[in-house]
């Protein structure tokens, strides 16, 4: 069964409350302060629950690179991008301008041999 996503803490408590996950992931920037708290709760109703400053994204293609920057991001979470491509494939300007894009976002663009374990993925 896959967690069950919170952007609030309030979100987090209704998960709680109405059970039926296995897991509760607090996918908000001060998530990290109600982890405790919140795990205590989740732990006496078993549900775990889970904080994560940054997700792990194998990215297939420089179009995956370019299409995946270009979506709304859904995550306070820092992604980062490993790249499963020769970045030599992209011109040096639109890498620049991709790293540019991915910091503003608080992402990093990465070499795909430096990824250990992905957490999603992304391809044309």
Not at 1 to 18: C, D, G, H, I, N
Not at 70 to 89: I, M
Request: negative net charge; charged residues 30%; aromatic residues 6%.
């Amino acid at each position: 069964m896959a967690p069950a996503r919170a952007s609030t803490r309030e979100e987090a408590l209704r998960l709680l409350e109405q059970g039926g996950v296995a897991a509760v992931e607090l996918d908000y920037e001060s998530g990290w302060r109600d982890a405790v708290e919140l795990g205590r709760l989740g732990g006496a109703v078993g549900i775990r629950v889970e904080f994560r400053g940054h997700e792990s994204i194998a990215v297939k293609s420089p179009a995956a690179l370019v299409s995946g920057l270009a979506r709304a991001k859904a995550t306070f979470r820092q992604r980062n991008l490993y790249c499963q491509f020769d970045l030599d494939r992209l011109p040096a300007a639109e890498l620049a301008k991709l790293e540019a894009k991915a910091e503003k976002l608080g992402d990093y663009i990465l070499a795909g041999h430096l990824l250990r374990e992905v957490d999603a993925v992304w391809s044309e």
